[in-house]
């Protein structure tokens, strides 16, 4: 009689378990640890760096730059979609600037991130870029 409450128990303790981490979103990050945010800190790749400080996200590209609003939450697959800004830089003189909205969506993988953007009126977007965590981005400043 014992043993079959302390199955009973223990599969009503798997299910629970089964239950809440699949209602609670996330993904495995940096180092096999479970995470429902990017984490913060530094990201870089080939034309691309990522600062992620809570809940900013400053990007710098080629002769680019932009910010990511709000936290990066993750879903169950490890996803973000966020808006944000994209401004493009020009050094030529007189040196100007084109802000326009952009739509960041990403992935993380373990200690990558692949990353996206979209712009509303459908223009070509640069990218895709893969980012490392803890390493320094690539990427070429406007004279």
């Keep these: 009689m014992c043993s079959r409450a ?3 128990l223990r599969r009503l303790g798997y299910l629970l378990v089964c239950v809440v981490s699949s209602g609670c979103g996330g993904a495995y990050g940096p180092g096999g640890v479970f995470s429902s945010i ?5 990201w ?10 809570g809940p ?15 936290p990066l939450g993750l879903d169950r697959e490890g996803r ?4 944000g ?4 830089e020009s050094g030529v003189p007189p040196a100007r600037t084109e802000e326009r909205p952009a739509r960041y969506s990403g992935r993380l993988l373990g200690s990558r991130l692949d990353l996206a953007i ?3 009126d459908g223009s070509r977007a640069p990218g895709p870029f893969q980012l490392i965590r803890g390493e320094p981005g ?6």
């Design 6 to 8: 302390a199955t009973g």
């Design 38 to 42: 990017v984490p913060d800190g530094q």
């Design 44 to 53: 870089g790749g080939e034309h691309v760096s990522l600062r992620v400080a």
């Design 56 to 70: 900013l996200a400053q990007l710098q590209f080629d002769c680019v730059h932009g910010s990511i609003q709000g």
């Design 80 to 83: 973000f979609e966020r808006p």
């Design 85 to 88: 800004l994209y401004v493009q």
């Design 118 to 120: 979209a712009f509303s």
């Design 138 to 143: 690539r990427v070429f400043l406007c004279p």
